[in-house]
Nanobody, 115 residues
Framework: QVPLVESGGGLVQPGGSLRLSCAAS????????MGWYRQAPGKQRELVAT???????RYIDSVKGRFTISRDNTKNTVYLQMDSLKPEDTAVYYC?????????WGQGTQVTVSS
């Protein structure tokens, strides 16, 4: 069973919104800080947002005020609401623990922001 499965990506125009979901299998989820990561073409993967066990959050500066991370521990799911999207947000988005577990990387979900 794949531990983490991302969904919700797609093609959106600049200024648009998307909501990503990540469903987790296993008991690790509710004890873990969870993060959303992204990797743009030719760039290293970066941590975009983190949500801790009891709901505290952290964001990189470039997405503050535009992205919102949340979690539902009853559904073992973490979300990333992305608003006011910019072309530079184009990337494959992944979820994982924070710090990331090397065995938990999934396929990711592609987000493309383009007119």
């Amino acid at each position: 069973q794949v531990p983490l499965v991302e969904s919700g990506g797609g093609l959106v125009q600049p200024g648009g919104s998307l909501r990503l979901s990540c469903a987790a299998s296993g008991n690790f989820f509710r004890f873990s800080a969870m993060g959303w990561y992204r990797q743009a073409p030719g760039k290293q993967r970066e941590l975009v947002a983190t949500i801790y066990r009891f709901g505290a959050t952290r964001y990189i500066d470039s997405v503050k005020g535009r992205f919102t991370i949340s979690r539902d521990n009853t559904k073992n799911t973490v979300y990333l609401q992305m608003d006011s999207l910019k072309p530079e947000d184009t990337a494959v988005y992944y979820c994982n623990q924070d710090p990331a577990s090397p065995t938990y990387w999934g396929q990711g979900t592609q987000v493309t922001v383009s007119s």
